[in-house]
């Protein structure tokens, strides 16, 4: 297993469920999971089924739960009919929510706007039936790139209304990534906005769309819809782009939702691998939906009166599931935020919190870690200086949360009353898979405890053989799940390579190392591939050093991670360029260079945190880098390990000096 993997923290402390929320859970008590537990493993197909005909709304019943048949493309409840949209609006409108706000949008600047659940229907409505207009149909790809707003809530939920396949691509990505994955998943749409708006500051969109356009190769690009945020100056295609406002004006206010088959794919999302380009992610329309609806029902004990708030962005996973498709499908009012935390202070979350009388708040370590260390500096933004008693219960996503940022979160936002869910999930698995549940499960600091009903989690060893509880191992899902992964657009090899290898015997590989103690809880210790997580978002190392080497200076280069307080991981770069090796203000000026292409090239959240030249890597004598010696070295540390294979020892001395 991969030196990546730090071994397992001692944490000891354990704290019950408070009885007052055990009492009024949606899954109450040990027994009541246990039993949920058991049902799911007698009878799985049992269990999915009745619980796919108890939550969601059926156009056409289906009558087979699972096909295994071409295992491992398995179909979930294959020969159903459904609308994903229509389950998330007209279901609700149906059972008296109509006047239920489903919405509150809380700008950059701090303006409120809300939309009720028949509001946010009309705007749907109206939105997908200007796409209908322009002859847009079932089965279409639409790249999503906008800001956080209503406008990109209603955008999936227009083309899930059509069967229009989306891709949303996240509005900190640039104009390459942009042009990647618009031809990667063959869009004949964009839907964008002019400019967003970050922590006081408007950054362009519609530029990017255009770079990427003049990148060449988009002509199956037939509109470019522009949200107006800010009515910044934008250039302009008139055969092509369309004010987003003048297609939707006249529209009717009721579309009919189409039927799709329940395996029709919802979206696909691109995600970082060990190696290559970013995968499409493809994800089903009927089991997606059910455990979108179902985990918002268990994790977060969702109940009627509850303002849920998902910090995600929309263009990963978590605002896809916990904020476009879980709390609509369950009729919830949710919080969608333009901004940023620490704007206009570090006090923003709490100050919403009290403004909009938070009861569920879900948001990543990192920015847990970031808030922690501005409120030690300034009482203002602490916590504690703000009426955060609405709050019942919290969650952290996206990488393991360290015990200390943990009991800063129980102490300073639960008030020491409040569960923390810490949910193990992935861009593949759709929904949660490991994760406490807040009226059951015991929590340890660090741990994301135990699987939920239906989820066989379990560590293997490299054959897929069980281990032992205490030993480390890979994490696998032995068994099919609704939610899951159905294949990489275009690329049904490599969803079979990397997601289901031989040796394994059919079970699901996460891509994460991870024990397992006594009481069967699961505690995480990294990836085992070269994948790194910078602020709970996944960058491949392959990804960063190939966008390094298409930089006409650089020859080589190998990338690796290094603990970071604040953001997890950090990128640390090495470098061979072209030319002799730099130092002093050379090597400081080529480094900015470097970081600064990253940014145009990936996106900000790829720049290397620090990068380091050198006249070589190092290397075994068969020419493969040894990135574990690059890690220690990343770190600071000495380098101890045995590099007797290697081909130029002396290497290692010059990547220790940083620029
Ligand atoms: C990877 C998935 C799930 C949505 C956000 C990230 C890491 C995620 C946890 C957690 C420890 C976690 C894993 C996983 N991860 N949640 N609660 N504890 N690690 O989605 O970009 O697909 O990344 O994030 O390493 O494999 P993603």
Known sequence: MSNSIQSVLVETRVFPPPEGFVKQANISGQAAYQALLDESDRDPNGFWGRLAKENLHWTKPFTQVLDESNAP???????????????????????????????????????????????????????????KSLGYKTGDRAIIYLPMSIEAVAAMQACARLGIIHSVVFGGFSSKALHERIIDVGAS?????????????QIPLKPAVDEAFGMGGCDIVRHCLVYKRTGGSVAWDDKRDMWLHDLVKDQPKTCEAVPVNAEHPLFILY??????????????????????????????????????????????????????????????????FEGVPTYPNAGRFWEMIQRHHVSIFYTAPTAIRSLIKASEANA??????????????????????????????????????????????????????????????????????????????????????????????????????????????????????????????????????????????????????????VSGHRL?????????????????????????????????AFVVLKRATPDGDEAVAIAKQLRDWISKEIGPIAKPKEIRFGDNLPKTRSGKIMRRLLRVVAKGEEVTQDVSTLENPAILDQLTKPV
């Open 540 to 572: 491949g190392t392959m990804e960063v050093e190939s966008a390094l080497v298409a930089h006409e200076l650089v020859a080589e280069a190998a990338v690796v991670g290094r603990p970071d307080a604040t953001t997890g991981e950090a990128v640390v």
């Open 271 to 336: 995600t970082s691998g060990s190696t290559g380009k970013p995968k499409g992610v493809q994800h089903s329309s009927g089991g997606y939906l059910l455990w979108a609806k179902l985990t918002m029902q268990w994790t977060f004990d969702a109940k009627p009166d509850d303002v849920f708030w998902c910090t995600a962005d929309v263009g990963w996973v978590t605002g896809h599931t916990y904020i476009t498709y879980g709390p609509l499908a369950n009729g919830m009012t949710q919080i969608v």
């Open 380 to 533: 203002a933004v602490h916590p504690k200086s703000f009426d955060l008693s609405s709050l019942r219960l919290l969650g952290s996503v996206g990488e393991p949360i360290n015990p200390e940022a943990w009991m800063w979160y129980h102490i300073n936002v639960g008030q020491e009353r409040c569960p923390i869910v810490d949910t193990w999930w992935q861009t593949e698995t759709g929904g949660h898979m490991i994760t406490p549940l807040p009226g059951v499960t015991p929590l340890k600091p660090g741990s994301c405890t135990t699987r939920l009903p239906g989820i066989t989690a379990a560590i293997v060893d490299e054959t897929g053989g069980d281990v032992e509880a205490g030993q480390g191992g890979f994490l696998v899902i032995k068994r099919p799940w609704p939610s899951m992964i159905r294949t990489i657009w275009g690329d049904p090899e490599r969803f079979k390579t990397s997601y289901f290898p031989e040796e394994l015997r059919g079970y699901y590989l996460a891509g994460d190392g991870a024990q397992c103690d006594a009481d069967n809880c699961f505690w995480i210790m990294g990836r085992i591939d070269d994948v790194l997580n």
């Open 189 to 201: 749409l964009v839907i964008t906005a002019d400019e967003q708006v970050r922590g006081g500051k």
């Open 73 to 131: 493309f398995y179909k979930w409840f294959g020969d159903g009919e459904l609308n994903v949209s229509a389950n998330c609006l007209e279901a609700n409108i149906e059972r008296g929510l109509g006047d239920k706000v489903a919405i509150i949008f809380e700008a950059d600047g701090g303006e409120v706007t809300k939309v009720t659940y028949h509001e946010l229907y009309e705007r749907v409505c109206q939105m997908a039936n200007g796409l």
